[in-house]
Nanobody
Framework: QVQLTESGGGLVQTGGALSLSCAAS????????MGWYRQNVGKERELVAT???????KYGESLKGRATISRDTAKKTVTLQLSSLEPEDTGIYYC??????????WGQGTQVTVSS
């Protein structure tokens, strides 16, 4: 059974930076995509960034230019570096794994709060 464990959320001031990590355990397919989504109060969950098994990256529009995703394949971890954070970036950040063609997993989410 695959589990995703997130860490690194917290409180940061406007303009600050945070690093979020997600560690996967269990069997991971060779073809998979890991990434981060976020959900703000009253809004739908949206893409932050994803990275494929071969390192192809995709970024959502809201944090483009302020987010950097990377991975450690051996450790089955994905890291999201966030910078120049704004209060609008406050929300719950979820780790996501698309494991093969039709299996997906979500982490429990980690809260990021940006104070003005």
């Amino acid at each position: 059974q695959v589990q995703l464990t997130e860490s690194g959320g917290g409180l940061v001031q406007t303009g600050g930076a945070l690093s979020l990590s997600c560690a996967a355990s269990g069997r991971i397919a060779s073809l998979h995509v890991m990434g981060w989504y976020r959900q703000n109060v009253g809004k739908e969950r949206e893409l932050v960034a994803t990275i494929t098994a071969v390192g192809v990256k995709k970024y959502g529009e809201s944090l483009k230019g302020r987010a950097t995703i990377s991975r450690d394949t051996a450790k089955k971890t994905v890291t999201l570096q966030l910078s120049s954070l704004e209060p609008e970036d406050t929300g719950i950040y979820y780790c996501h794994l698309m494991n093969g063609a039709d299996a997906e997993n979500w982490g429990q989410g980690t809260q990021v709060t940006v104070s003005s």
